[in-house]
């Protein structure tokens, strides 16, 4: 049974950072290719960046392109998200995700395993 723990969500001013993580369980552990998701209140979820299995590629939506960073460290068995300069439109759940296959992925479809989720909200 694969697990996936995000943690790291708060409430972030507007142009502040934060980082989010997410702790991967199970038989194979990093063995996987991540992503990361997010959902905002009454919107459908939306892609944000993903990493090969190898952690050598990774990809960004172009709304967060500059802005987010992501890592991948298969000896920690974690994926992280560093964001900055946040906007109020980055209000959202962020969710990490896990796939078997290699490459990078980006429909969520073609994800196997999801965290519950942490909550980020930019605000005054």
């Known amino acids: 049974q694969v697990t996936l723990v995000e943690s790291g969500g708060g409430l972030v001013q507007p142009g502040g950072s934060l980082r989010l993580s997410c702790v991967v369980s199970?038989?194979?552990?990093?063995?996987?290719?991540m992503g990361w998701f997010r959902q905002a209140p009454g919107k459908e979820r939306e892609f944000i960046s993903a990493a090969s299995r190898s952690g050598a590629s990774k990809l960004y939506a172009d709304s967060v392109k500059g802005r987010f960073t992501m890592s991948k460290d298969n000896e920690a068995n974690t994926v992280s998200l560093q964001m900055s300069s946040l906007k109020s439109e980055d209000t959202a759940v962020y969710y990490c995700?896990?796939?078997?296959?290699?490459?990078?992925?980006?429909?969520?479809?073609?994800?196997?395993?999801w965290g519950k989720g942490t909550l980020v909200t930019v605000s005054e």
């Open positions: 199970g038989p194979t552990q990093m063995n996987y290719a």
């Open positions: 995700a896990a796939t078997d296959k290699t490459m990078v992925v980006i429909l969520d479809k073609w994800y196997e395993y």
